[in-house]
């Protein structure tokens, strides 16, 4: 099994493509510093290398007075400096910039059914006229997310909260065999098995009925895991296919654009969301990080649409032609469950839509803010809300892995709940092995839940959706869930967080450069 798997990785595009990138990455100082050394004149020799320390002067001082992220500034301001010329270079080639490759760009321009999907006309008014108008916390919320993202606060006449991804896969099985209309699925990861097969066998059936049924998957989350043309198999077997934002062996900021969203929209009414893939791991069929535990939410209404409007939106940079977009508007009742789905998108420099939600939920709460996140890798604001939320008395818990999926990113998590903890904040290590639930609760009232995990890579890099509830009766599920959790968790001790200096020293060279993990 082991050679069969070693086979597949050596003959894969993936290993291909690492290998290119790679070459490309030692191309640069090695053609450097050739034609450095290659240069018999000393005034020649010493005019290039002033010219270099002033590139990367000049470059430095372009990183302190930019817009991004403090984190970011440190973290690229290192290798700018302390390796010239190649920090520069690789500065000047992976930098964050409004400019992506053309197919993310077509994304971020105004696609022909914005108007008509993102906002609508009544749908906000009526949601000012319920439970948003009485508070003033939730009407901020759905203000900034329809002034950033043009997706309005609406509301669901019907939710369903999954505690486990078993829960989820068997709900997701009887939503998908009720379509009538449409099918959309957009997932991270793809990977045959129990899950993904169950899924697929629906979908070609109702393909055959004239069901109009469409996948979105990831290229780098579904690599190795499904084949290289697996978007054309599946257009063989009836089922619409985008493998979105192909990995390619150029240095660019764009491989890291991922689409880690988890959406599957039935007939524009029904929508599931959450940190669920449809993967053998997140239902528990097997077992790489011992007992996986995920979280996921239905909804029925009128938010469904908004859901659409972020697929649609991706989905247009395939699709050739145009379509009618009318047919996609949700026709449904109104609800009684206040809430708003929102997308968060790399292309929108200094806005992150669902980091700056946490941000307020955090400073708006009074008695508890509960958190699960598979990966703690925090920017300062972040971390100083948490402390300042602490130090007024808040009770806040953060809970996250035992067993690691990734190792590196798990020392980097660590490092920072080490300080939380020295803070007063309570950090639970789910002891049964790997959770990558996503959520955030508070005070009985405010929930979030989706597919954003807390790390620089899911708030300023990836496509991510959640949705954002305010109502209680939501509330009270994940808030029982996450209490039930902490049972089955190990609460770490400042006693625990004490540890060798090599480790220590590990986890803080890892931390230096978090925000490009």
């Not at 020649?44 to 470059?59: H, N």
């Not at 979280?295 to 247009?316: D, P, Y």
């Not at 060798?500 to 890892?510: I, N």
């Amino acid at each position: 099994m082991r050679l069969k798997k070693l086979g597949k990785l050596l003959t894969s595009k993936f290993l291909l493509v690492c290998f290119l990138l790679l070459v490309e990455i030692a191309i640069i100082p090695a053609a450097f510093y050739w034609f450095l050394f290659s240069i018999h004149s000393t005034w020649i020799f010493i005019s290039l290398c002033a010219a270099v320390i002033l590139l990367d002067i000049v470059i430095g001082i372009f990183i302190i007075n930019s817009e991004m992220n403090a984190e970011y500034k440190i973290a690229w301001l290192v290798p700018v400096l302390l390796i010239p010329p190649v920090g520069a270079l690789l500065y000047l080639t992976l930098r964050r910039r409004p400019r992506p490759r053309r197919q993310l760009k077509e994304i971020a321009k105004k696609f022909s059914a914005m108007d008509i999907l993102y906002t609508r006309k009544g749908a906000r008014t009526d949601a000012s006229a319920g439970s948003f108008a009485s508070d003033d916390f939730a009407r901020s919320c759905a203000e900034y997310v329809e002034k950033t993202t043009r997706l309005p606060a609406t509301d669901c006449y019907e939710f369903e909260y999954f505690p486990s991804g078993e829960t989820y896969f068997d709900r997701l099985r009887e939503e998908l065999e009720k379509a009538k209309k449409y099918i959309f699925l957009e997932y991270f990861i793809l990977r045959p098995g129990k899950f993904w097969d169950t899924v697929l066998e629906i979908l070609r059936r109702k393909a055959a009925e004239g069901v109009d049924v469409r996948v979105i998957y990831d290229d780098i989350g579904s690599m190795l895991k499904v084949p290289d043309n697996y978007a054309a198999e599946l257009e063989r077997q009836g089922v619409k296919c985008m493998c979105f934002n192909p990995f390619r062996p150029v240095l660019d900021i764009a491989q890291n654009n991922r689409t880690h969203r988890k959406i599957a929209l039935i007939d524009g009414v029904t929508a599931f969301t959450g940190g669920i893939n449809l993967s053998d791991e997140y239902i528990n069929e097997s077992s790489p990080f011992g007992q996986w535990k995920d979280t996921g939410v239905m909804i029925r209404g009128r938010a469904a649409q908004n859901f659409a409007a972020m697929f649609l939106q991706l989905w247009s940079t395939r699709a050739a032609e145009e379509e009618d977009y009318t047919k996609y508007l949700t026709d449904c009742p109104k609800g009684d469950v206040a809430c708003v789905a929102f997308s968060d998108s790399p292309l929108e420099e200094c806005v992150n839509v669902c980091e700056d939600l946490y941000l307020k939920l955090i400073y708006n709460a009074k008695k508890y803010v509960w958190i699960n996140t598979p990966y703690l890798i925090l920017d300062g604001e972040m971390k100083r809300a948490l402390i300042t939320a602490a130090r007024s008395g808040v009770d806040v818990r953060i809970t996250v892995p035992n067993i690691p999926d990734k190792k590196y990113v798990f020392a980097v998590t660590k490092a920072f709940y080490s300080q939380l903890v020295k803070e007063g904040i309570r950090i639970y290590r789910y002891t049964p092995g790997f959770i990558h639930a996503k959520s955030i609760v508070s005070d009985d009232k405010y929930c979030i839940i989706g597919s954003t995990n807390m790390d620089f890579r899911s708030f300023y890099l990836h496509f991510e959706c959640d949705m954002m509830f305010f109502d209680e009766r939501v509330s009270a599920k994940l808030r029982d869930d996450y209490a039930q959790t902490c049972e089955e968790c190990t609460e770490v001790t400042e006693k625990d967080i004490k540890d060798s200096l090599p480790r220590l020293a590990y986890r803080a060279f890892l931390r230096g450069f978090a925000p490009l993990m």
